[in-house]
């Protein structure tokens, strides 16, 4: 099959499908939000334990 042909027949079943496609496209944004998110709140909560162990001058762990 041509590349052309491939591209033809995915519009076709996208305009077939159109509340399946918009379903899916929403799945694939909220699910990349969802990790981007999570990573961000990560990075953030890091941050913050970082800088309130620095403002009691505790700088290493004792186990």
């Known amino acids: 099959m041509i590349l052309l042909e491939i591209f033809k027949q995915a519009l076709e079943s996208l305009r077939a499908n ?3 496609s918009l379903l899916t496209m ?12 999570i990573m ?7 941050s913050y334990i970082i800088g309130e162990f620095e403002k009691i001058g ?6």
């Open 18 to 20: 159109k509340m399946r």
């Open 26 to 37: 929403l799945g694939i944004v909220m699910g990349v939000f969802s990790v981007i998110a």
């Open 58 to 63: 505790a700088n290493t762990v004792q186990i």
């Open 40 to 46: 961000a709140i990560g990075n953030a909560t890091e």
